[in-house]
């Protein structure tokens, strides 16, 4: 029988002592010099991503690509997100693809067989409603992969239709129910279910309350380092034992050094051991 | 001085005497076998696809690729995609590329790069707020391109949050609203601004509504043929001109024969032209 995502993250988790993601954000001005001289973008992308995930594979359980940088590259772009998501898992790390798609029931079928080939698990927008996630969900019960729904979203602007106040819940409220009940189609048992939630980490007082209402998800949170968050701020995400909460991180790990810069590997080890320590006592448990 | 999306869509609608938009949802299964035998599968999209753009490039003003269809080929079938929008555009015909793409700021840029690259307009997710579209009106200020963000979508649970009751508007209205303030934004003068939105066809009722809460944009209409809505309840959407609003038809139009029909050609500009008639005398207006 194939092992629930769930399962798998919680496993991973414990095994590399953090609820650390690493975000891949191909940036071409920030790329390493010796991967970008006299290469083409796609091929030094695909190099650079290689030898990170060779730094940090026993570092973190998950890397998060995140697509629209690749997709900026074009079809050669697409083809080195399939290469890095699978050098990744070749490597043992869980791979979630950032690429938010929601659309109608065929189409989501079309886009859940597009990326689960590629990842363990998806984010997506949830606008469209149950039968725009049922297809995603298919493959959370048979095939071991998992979701993050946008329930709280860490950009500014985050706060024009996410806090409309519908009836006695605001519309992220209403979308946290929603991760709940769709979690309990997926996933009827164990402490934590296949669908997952993104809320911003920018948004601290946010937090408690969303995970109060779907306390079965683990909650990816973005926004920590470049958009302002702190780790400090996120510990009611996390259980007893350290679970359910996914600390995401992407330029103050892949983008701590100048492209010129002959130390760059040092740095990023360097960086991400840092975070390492950061986030691996949040909430009232312990990783470590 | 680049013409603006809005000005450019009004006059191929009014060149060709119809708002029909045709669907590209490559189905692997639905592809005539004159092409499929003996080829790869992207090969064999991009060449049934060159053969419909040729058919159908006097008779209709866009094209909409639905590139979730593409992207389940990976990355050989982004290339279909490219090569399917180049050559949509090498004959004139504008392309709506629907990705629905949303995300924060600074990956919304690279997305709105990746994807203006392909295409006239994109159909946007608008949950995360105006700082997540504002890159996309970049490019309809300064490149003349176009978007078309959803409002109310077409499929059955399209009622769950887009019908919340958010104060005294529904989500929807909200929606509505914001693409009525973008609009003004990117397209301070005209008729018709560079922010269109999807209303789903199947929705009648809701559609004039609506409307009526954005009189600036063009509003896409899918969900007609196989989703079951009808080009008559379509008026609302429509001014005396008979421009301001778009028929998308995908199934319809391009899986109208059996895969081994050799008559796949005269059907499909068969269907085609039934559904230039039917949609050339919506509201009070008369393309023909």
């Known amino acids: 029988m194939t092992r629930s995502f769930p399962e798998t993250l919680a496993a991973a988790v414990v095994a ?7 975000g891949f954000d191909p940036r071409p001005q920030r790329l390493p010099q010796t991967f970008t001289r006299g290469a083409s973008l796609p091929d030094a992308v695909t190099r650079f991503y290689r030898r ?27 083809r080195a997100y399939e290469q890095t998501c699978a050098y990744a898992r070749e490597n043992g790390l869980l791979v979630i693809g950032d690429v938010k798609r929601g659309d109608i029931g065929s189409t989501a079928e079309a886009y859940a067989r597009a990326h689960f080939a590629h990842a363990d698990a998806l984010t997506l927008h949830p606008l469209l409603g149950t039968d725009s996630v049922e297809p995603f969900l298919a493959y959370c019960r048979d095939a071991g992969k998992g979701v993050f729904v946008l329930v709280r979203t860490s950009n500014p602007s985050a706060t024009e239709f996410q806090d409309l106040r519908c009836g ?20 009827p048992q164990g402490d934590y279910s296949a669908v997952g939630a993104v809320v911003g980490a920018t948004w601290p ?22 958009q302002g968050a702190k780790v400090e701020d996120l510990a009611s995400a996390f259980d007893a034992h350290g679970l359910g909460g996914l600390v995401t991180v992407s330029r103050a790990a892949t983008e701590c050094f100048e492209p010129q810069d002959a130390a760059w590997e040092d740095k990023i080890v360097a960086a991400v051991a840092g975070l390492r320590s950061s986030t691996a006592r949040l909430g009232t448990g312990d990783l470590r």
């Open 168 to 187: 006695d819940r605001t519309l992220s409220e209403h979308l946290a129910d929603a991760v709940d009940r769709w979690g309990r189609s997926a996933s």
């Open 205 to 226: 007082d946010e937090l408690g309350r969303l995970r109060a209402r779907m306390p079965r998800a683990w909650i990816l949170l973005p926004g920590v380092g470049a």
């Open 16 to 22: 590399r002592g953090c609820p650390l993601v690493v």
């Open 52 to 78: 990170v995930i060779d730094l940090i594979r026993d570092l973190v359980p998950c890397i998060k690509p995140q697509i629209a940088f690749f997709e900026a590259m074009g079809h050669e772009g697409f």
